[in-house]
């Protein structure tokens, strides 16, 4: 398995709080990415980073940002939570950016916002 | 924009009975396709992808899937379901954009004994 760990793995807040979930990578890769998984949608990208302090938007970025202070770590932060902010967070890395490369999955962190 | 169609979010098979799961996408490019794999609980991993070449791609625990680029169809096919294989299966494109990989809407997978 790619070395990818998340924490927390489950959380559980109230709305307007800030909440950060972290991404931890050994394996030097490149590229990270986040996303959010809900039914009826599968995977959507939330932010992405392609090398330390270079990151960019994705389809669903509004009421989160994200930092890159090292290769290894990638954080995603929730200003103010709402519900609709309720989901499964999955961060994903890759080697490179190219079209065809494969992406590893970390676990995921279940997050409710009540 | 790129995008991904999964036919069906719940497909029911019987243990030992084929495995078809379809995908269609849409894209202005040449795509690159992929299936991934979820068990309870879990991250995703990589099934299988088509990035050029032979059609037909062989994955990991016996699964295999077809590029038809005229149906722009990416169906991922089992020839025997075991009981393991239950999990929710995910087809996504690539190729276009900053994007890098677009999901489909997943397909859940239950296994009858």
């Known amino acids: 398995d790619a070395g990818i760990t998340q924490s927390p793995r489950h959380k559980v807040t109230e709305t307007g709080t800030p909440v950060t979930l972290r991404c931890h990578q050994t394996?030097?890769?490149?590229?990270m990415y986040w996303y959010r998984q809900d039914p009826g949608h599968g995977l959507r990208l939330i932010h992405y980073s392609y090398g330390v302090k270079d990151t960019d938007k994705g389809e669903v970025s509004d009421g989160y940002s994200v930092s890159r202070s090292k290769t290894e770590d990638f954080l995603l932060t929730l200003e103010s939570a709402t519900s609709s902010q309720t989901s499964v967070y999955f961060c994903a890395i890759s080697h490179s950016g190219g079209y065809d490369n494969e992406q590893f999955f970390g676990p995921g962190t279940r997050l409710t916002v009540l | 924009a790129q995008s991904v169609t999964q036919l069906g979010s719940h497909v029911s098979v019987s243990e030992g009975a084929l495995v078809l799961l379809r995908c269609n996408y849409s894209?202005?490019?040449?795509?690159?396709l992929f299936w991934y794999v979820q068990y309870p609980n879990q991250g995703l991993q990589l099934l299988l992808k088509?990035?050029?070449?032979?059609?037909l791609v062989k994955g990991i625990n016996g699964f295999e899937a077809e590029f038809k680029k005229s149906e722009t169809s990416f169906h991922l096919t089992k020839p025997s379901a075991h009981m393991s294989d239950a999990a929710e299966y995910f087809c996504?494109?690539?190729?276009?954009?900053?994007?890098?990989?677009?999901f489909g809407q997943g397909t859940r997978l239950t296994i009858n004994p």
């Open positions: 996504a494109v690539s190729g276009e954009g900053a994007q890098k990989l677009v």
């Open positions: 394996e030097n890769h490149r590229y």
């Open positions: 894209s202005s490019v040449p795509p690159y």
């Open positions: 088509y990035t050029t070449g032979a059609t």
